[in-house]
């Protein structure tokens, strides 16, 4: 990876859930003299704060962040949606003189910009509907044999992904992933840093966070997101935690119970996220496991040679 000896960079940090995302963004961009554009697949949902660990104003130290409250908790929002608003971000954060820092921990939103994504067709009303009204099972068995190589990326609960990937197949005659190897990254030079930490540390952290969740009032938020739309109908309701807040306040889960699912589900999805970065030979691999958000900065700083004029001193 080379260093950035020029403001046209896009620095990018990226990992799996509770890998210390946030943090090290956040000092990078008071480092640097940077603005943070999200990339977490579930802050940019209005009101959802709790159970996606959003950051809030204090833990963000005046940084300015974009994309997070940025879609109503009913509404939709789509990784060609974030790259047209990462496209358009960019000139503005760079005419105020300051860094993009790009951090999250969502694949498919981090894959547009990073590897590429192609504009497919619209939706097909019909198709569509066929499609919505198989089993998982029988999805899972037509993209296996019309296109093993989605197949084997998408997991077998994610209807969405694998109804698109059908939809495209049907109404094209073409394998998604054959349209998706044929999309290109933005032509910006990105700088990336990709957070790992030790497995027993990581899931640990990512129990306590759930705990802290449940102390913090997980279960009143979901209950008036709900009064505001949030339904299994909806974008926002796949969030991990979201379904599972709703079977505690329906009284067909405990707590404790919810704080289980919660965990595994939530490592699954680290695990999974963290397969993705891996195929990336761009990464810089950065090991948070008993260091400091500052010490992080530190590393990454000396490794990329950041010319950064107007910068804050807060080198420690």
């Known amino acids: 990876m080379e260093p950035a000896g020029d403001r046209a960079s896009v620095l990018v940090i990226l990992g799996p859930t509770a890998a210390g995302k946030t943090a090290v963004a956040v000092e990078l961009a008071l480092r640097v003299g940077g603005e943070v554009i999200s990339a977490d ?26 994309l997070i409250d940025c879609v109503p908790i009913d509404g939709t929002y789509d990784a060609m949606a ?10 503005e954060i760079r005419a105020r003189g300051r ?9 498919l939103y981090l894959g547009a ?49 694998m109804i698109r990937a059908l939809e495209v ?42 705990r802290r969740m449940v102390t913090r009032g997980a279960f009143a938020e979901i209950a008036a997101l709900a009064k505001m739309g949030l339904s299994p109908d909806v974008q926002a309701y796949r969030t991990v935690g979201v379904p599972e807040a709703f079977e505690v306040l329906n009284g067909r889960l405990s707590e404790a119970e919810f704080v289980e699912t919660v965990t595994r589900k939530t490592w699954q999805l680290a695990r999974r996220q963290t397969a993705w970065f891996r195929r990336d030979r761009d990464v810089h691999g950065l090991d948070m ?28």
């Open 82 to 91: 974030f790259r047209a608003d990462v496209v358009r971000l960019l000139p």
């Open 41 to 66: 697949s579930r802050a940019f949902f209005c009101g959802l704060n709790i159970l996606t660990d959003k950051p809030g104003l204090e833990e963000r130290r005046g940084i300015p962040h974009h």
């Open 99 to 107: 860094m993009p820092i790009v951090a999250g921990g969502g694949t």
């Open 169 to 210: 197949f049907r109404t094209t005659g073409r394998p998604i992933s054959r349209w998706q190897a044929e999309a290109v990254p933005l032509p910006e030079r990105f700088l990336i840093a990709g957070l790992t930490r030790a497995r027993d540390e990581h899931r640990r952290a990512i129990e306590e966070r759930v």
């Open 113 to 161: 910009i990073l590897r590429g994504i192609f504009d497919g067709p619209e939706r097909d009303p019909d198709v569509r509907a066929a499609l919505e009204g198989r089993p998982s099972a029988s999805l899972v068995d037509e993209l296996s044999r019309v296109d093993p190589d989605a197949a084997a990326r998408i997991h077998p609960n994610d209807r969405l992904r």
């Open 289 to 316: 496991t008993e260091t400091t958000a500052a010490r992080a900065v530190d590393e990454l700083l000396d490794r990329w040679e950041l010319v950064t004029p107007g910068a804050t001193e807060e080198r420690r």
